[in-house]
């Protein structure tokens, strides 16, 4: 079966219409799905290098206005989800913004700090909207956690790749997680954190995506490429990791 | 013995006070975050818990602390002004009684490394304290900004022996502390155990921190009964995340008769941008695992805090405060910097007792009373002593 590649970009680094080619090149160079990145001042469950691009946009004023503008563009030509920290999505209202990220045809958000216990609350929101709260499993899960986590699950799981904040070199094995998951829901199980070129082929053993953040931002931090020079190799690179996790 | 009692304000199932509170944590750490809970649940109302508390408490502490009458301010105030001494602790202010409580907790779960957050550095030598006592493992994060303008603490953890981490990311202060503590304690949640200095967090940390500082009001009341045979008519204390406040209002919040002041730090002002004033110029919003009042801009972004007092010196506020003042249970006021250092310089010399920072505005809420306070009982909540603050009070004050 085709593994997806999934790709987070931070939003509006360094302006909205740049994001907007980036997104489209990358869809054309084989990405299956964009994850929009909301910039926050604390994004706690992120590394380095993902904290830096949203202090920068953050710098360059981005907002969750440029978000929006970006994705009415963008989500009718490829299916786009937005990410960020719950605080964001909070200040915007739930009920208000889950029917705009409906009427601009988002397909789902990603948010780290709201976990299954806080999200219920939100649960017949997002439903009556038709856009998906990805549901995140971690390796330090029990069995019996992971059957609450994902019985209502959609589009995909969020598998965090191992205890950490993303972007880290580590690893940890996740036969037994996978396994778990697959005895509780049919939905498909997308690998992330610390993904890139290097581990691609490895962290797709046995799921059916990959959701790579730090590798791409890292080709956006670098301020002595031309944007068409960002643009070329951030889409170099995706090819390069779906061939890789098809191969 | 102190023993907590459950409280008809204690956190719902999911660690909600109202709408505060709750738990917005990566998924990685939710595991560890019901394990903490099963075992402080487990352990709450435990006498052998409680008992072993108790021990490092009087023999170690030297606790109860006492509640000074304090005749000088209170001839020159014309009412009665007592001071609960927490000033008087080992480490010098109320965060040991957490963190020994916490420490204890982290041996049973069988964890070997502990971490921590810190400001001004008191709940970080705390925190080195116990785990040099307890055997433990210790890292502390502090931001880079408060690593250069807090050095005695730093080599004082140092000096108990643990590793302090200067946090370089955002404004270099206890928000990005708070943070890489938190990236930290996701990555290593499997061996080490987090001891937040405050009552803020995720559930069940605001709540078990309450728990674990309300021996201050426990005490505070036996005190002025035995002394006054009444209770008092005001109770204040300053709050930064709010557990020395937690800890001493806990045991008068169900009375009607006492009035319980929170004190938050006006910086320069609550109308410039220069404040930690969640409550009053705050709004709801999620950070550091918790929902409760922010400091925040209108895209949800957290603003910088600024106070004279680097343990007040933070955006947010402790969800129990925020629902209490919804709920109008608790008064909340504030004080500025330079309100704050003249009461520094008043209490050191109407009673010889030099005051932390942070609790000099505490302290100067009685000034800020005007007659209101005459002929009342009050207790103030002494939290913490200056010795940490001389550095920065000598380029602040000139005695000529």
Known sequence: MHKKLVAYITSGLPDNSFTIDLALAMADAGVDSIELGIPFSDPVADGPIIERANLTALQQGVTFADVKAISRVIAPIIDTLWMGYFNSFYHQGMEKLLQEAQAMRLSGMIIPDLPYEEAVAYAHLFAQHHVANITFVAPTDSDARIATLVENAQKFIYLVAYAGITGSGQSEELEGVVASIRTHTATPVYVGFGVNAQTARDKARGVDGVIVGSAFVDILLRDALSQSAKIDAVAALAREIKEKINS | ?400
């Open chain 2, 1 to 400: 013995m102190y023993i907590p009692k459950p409280s008809q304000f204690d956190a719902d199932a999911n660690g909600h006070f109202g709408i505060y509170g709750g738990r917005y944590v990566p998924e990685t750490l939710m595991p560890t975050l019901l394990e903490l809970e099963a075992s402080y649940k487990k352990y709450r109302f435990d006498p052998e818990f409680w008992k072993e508390i108790n021990y490092y408490h009087t023999e170690y502490v030297g606790r109860p602390s006492p509640l000074y009458y304090a005749a000088n301010l209170s001839q020159e105030l014309g009412a009665k002004i007592y001071l609960k001494r927490e000033d008087l602790n080992h480490t010098g202010a109320h965060k040991v009684n957490n963190v020994i409580a916490q420490g204890l907790l982290a041996k049973k779960l069988g964890k070997k490394k502990v971490i921590a957050e810190t400001g001004a550095g008191q709940h970080g030598v705390a925190t080195a304290t116990i785990a040099a006592l307890m055997g433990l493992e210790c890292e502390i994060f502090m931001g880079a900004k408060d690593v250069a303008r807090q050095e005695l603490n730093v080599f004082r953890m140092k000096l108990l022996g643990a590793k302090v981490h200067a946090v370089q990311s955002g404004s270099k202060t206890l928000k990005d502390a708070m943070n890489d503590a938190i990236r930290h304690w996701v990555t290593h949640a499997r061996d080490t155990f987090y001891i937040v200095g405050t009552v803020a967090g995720p559930h069940p940390y605001p709540q078990m921190v309450r728990d674990f500082q309300a021996i201050i009001g426990w005490e505070a009341r036996a005190q002025i009964l035995e002394k006054e045979h009444r209770l008092p008519d005001h109770v204040i204390a300053c709050i930064g995340g709010g557990s020395n406040a937690m800890g001493i209002f806990q045991h008068f919040l169900e009375d009607e008769s006492v009035n319980c002041i929170g004190i938050e730090a006006g910086g320069l002002g609550i109308d410039t941008d220069k404040h930690g004033c969640s409550l009053k110029k705050g709004s709801a919003g999620v950070l550091h695992g918790q929902m409760s009042y922010l400091l925040q801009d209108d895209d949800g972004q957290i603003l910088e805090a600024h106070s004279i007092s680097a343990g007040l010196d933070y955006p947010g506020i402790g969800p129990e405060h925020a629902f209490h003042n919804d709920n109008g249970t608790i008064s909340y006021d504030f004080i500025t910097d330079d309100e704050a250092m003249e009461a520094f310089v008043w209490l050191s010399r109407a009673e010889g007792i030099i005051p932390a920072f942070e609790s000099s505005h505490a302290i100067a809420y009685l000034k800020k009373m005007g007659n209101a306070i005459k002929n009342k009982l009050i207790i103030v909540n002494l939290s913490g002593r200056g010795d940490k603050d001389m550095m920065q009070a000598k380029t602040l004050l000139h005695f000529d």
